[in-house]
């Protein structure tokens, strides 16, 4: 198939764009994963309270990312905003920094994916088959659907998100079925328990939940009347994600009790959230679930290899990359090289991870994603403050609501928790060898920003005519 360069195809509307983002955060995984980590890392019985201030602080940051996008033309999302306020150095840097995260969670999750897999396998089916088999096969599902048009990945998503869903809206339900309005924990909003335990790392979880959202912006190019479909979808997605966290997990401690909530996570660990699915629908139920969660993390590997693909696709189309992930395939629209070479470096990492026996759970998935999601964070931090930085500069007036309070008060957030991951950083990892390799994340992660950081430093030194390409990533 002959192979034209182009923009990208596509004609996506608010619904699709806000499936893919909401699919990326994975809300299955989030309750099943994350809320047993902000019941028993955060403060207990309060963690609804913590999504519904990282909703307020994303909501925050969404305001002036959204006021600031019009500006912004291409697929490059948060480097682009980083660019246009803070300069090519520091957007390029940033740019460097977002790609290796994004892929690092992508890593984690597929390795993940074979864990999970195969342990739900083993348990339902007794097929004894090693893990690394079925992340093979993750890899291979997603290199095809990213080397297809954007419609039938947003078509696989759409579906899988509205399973996960519907089945926490089930257990939703039922709480509230069996407590009534009156019986709902009220605990959960008294301020002693409020400011109990850790309630920053509880913020915290909550914030890596919405991870992804970005993916607004980077279909830009793919989108129907972006200018009104962006700014629709990214709050849309925002606010809805963060209200089913919020009335999610106040029922799931609703359920448990305040009184029984610390010997009930105690006992029942990561399974936490399964236990109360299962006490509400039986064996079965939680059997289903279990299959939901794997179509949950696939789906949320999916669409973060789509934004790593069209980061790719960004950085190759102004001479950053190699101009060959800017290719555009004829009939699907996809950019099809940056996809397959994403995915040709996922087999690869994993032929090395298989080889030094590295464990898909405690390893894989638990240093990938936590450096991924430190690097994540490094760049929401940077946006906001890029945000801040344009409208200064260009002096833009009467909307100090968008372009100054809403993005400082986001900012603040956002440096609050990264702050808190930071500290944290050894007790999240966790092992014998928990400080050595957050040393290590911290050094990676600095070196891959300041790796893009010199590469444009030495284009405005050397290759002007490519540092001067720079300024259209914005």
């Known amino acids: 198939m002959e192979v034209e360069k182009t923009r990208l195809k596509g004609a996506l509307g608010v619904t699709p764009i806000v499936m893919m983002v909401i699919a990326t955060a994975a809300p299955l995984?989030?309750?099943?994963?994350?809320?047993?980590?902000?019941?028993?890392?955060?403060?207990?019985v309060a963690a609804p309270v913590d999504a519904l201030i990282a909703t307020v602080i994303m909501f925050l940051f969404t305001v002036g990312f959204v006021a600031m996008s019009k500006y912004i033309t291409n697929a490059g999302a948060f480097y682009a905003f980083i660019q246009k306020g803070l300069g090519r150095s520091v957007g390029l840097g940033s740019a460097m920094l977002a790609v290796v995260s994004y892929a690092m969670i992508l890593i984690a999750l597929q390795g993940f994916i074979g864990y999970a897999t195969a342990d739900t396998v083993n348990g339902l089916l007794?097929?004894?088959?090693?893990?690394?088999?079925?992340?093979?096969?993750?890899?291979?599902?997603?290199?095809?659907?990213g080397y297809r048009d954007i419609e039938l990945s947003s078509k696989f998503l759409g579906i899988a998100l509205c399973l996960e869903i519907a089945v926490v809206i089930l257990v939703d339900i039922a709480v509230l079925w069996e407590k009534g309005p009156t019986g709902?924990?009220?605990?959960?909003?008294?301020?002693?328990?409020?400011?109990?335990?850790s309630p920053g790392l509880g913020i915290l979880f909550a914030i890596f939940s919405f991870i992804g959202f970005e993916s607004t912006v980077i279909y830009r190019?793919?989108?129907?009347?972006?200018?009104?479909?962006?700014?629709?979808?990214?709050?849309?997605?925002?606010?809805?994600?963060?209200a089913f966290y919020v009335v999610s997990m106040w029922c799931a401690v609703s359920a448990i009790g305040q009184d029984n909530i610390a010997s009930f996570a105690e006992a029942h660990g990561a399974d936490m959230y399964l236990a109360v699915s299962e006490y509400y629908f039986g064996a079965i139920f939680m059997d289903v679930m279990h299959v939901l969660l794997i179509t949950s993390l696939f789906a949320c590997a999916l669409s973060l290899h789509n934004i790593v693909v069209r980061y790719k696709y960004t950085l190759g189309r102004f001479g950053v990359l190699s101009e060959r992930f800017s290719n555009v395939h004829a009939e699907h629209g996809s950019p099809h090289i940056s996809s397959a070479t994403l995915s040709a470096f996922s087999m690869v990492a994993f032929v090395i991870l298989i080889a030094i026996g590295a464990d898909p759970a405690t390893q894989i998935y638990?240093?990938?994603?936590?450096?991924?999601?430190?690097?994540?964070?490094?760049?929401?931090?940077?946006t906001c403050a890029a945000v801040v930085v344009f409208f200064q500069r260009e002096k833009v007036t009467g909307q100090k609501w968008k372009t100054l309070v809403a993005p400082i008060g986001g900012l603040l957030g956002i440096l609050g928790c990264l702050w808190v991951a930071v500290s944290n950083l050894p007790d999240l990892i966790g092992g014998d060898s928990a400080r050595t390799v957050s040393i290590l994340v911290v050094m990676f992660l600095f070196s891959t920003f300041a790796f893009g950081f010199?590469?444009?430093?030495?284009?405005?030194?050397?290759y002007p005519v490519r540092y001067e390409a720079l300024r259209q990533l914005a």
Request: aromatic letters at 12%.
């Open 126 to 145: 007794h097929i004894d088959v090693p893990w690394w088999v079925y992340s093979f096969v993750a890899v291979g599902a997603i290199a095809y659907l």
């Open 184 to 197: 709902m924990e009220a605990g959960t909003f008294e301020l002693a328990n409020i400011v109990s335990g």
């Open 29 to 44: 995984t989030v309750m099943v994963a994350n809320t047993p980590l902000m019941v028993s890392s955060g403060n207990g």
């Open 221 to 242: 190019e793919e989108a129907r009347d972006p200018d009104r479909t962006i700014p629709r979808a990214t709050y849309i997605a925002v606010l809805l994600v963060g």
């Open 366 to 382: 638990a240093w990938g994603a936590m450096a991924g999601t430190l690097g994540y964070m490094v760049i929401l931090s940077l």
């Open 454 to 462: 010199w590469i444009a430093e030495r284009y405005r030194a050397r």
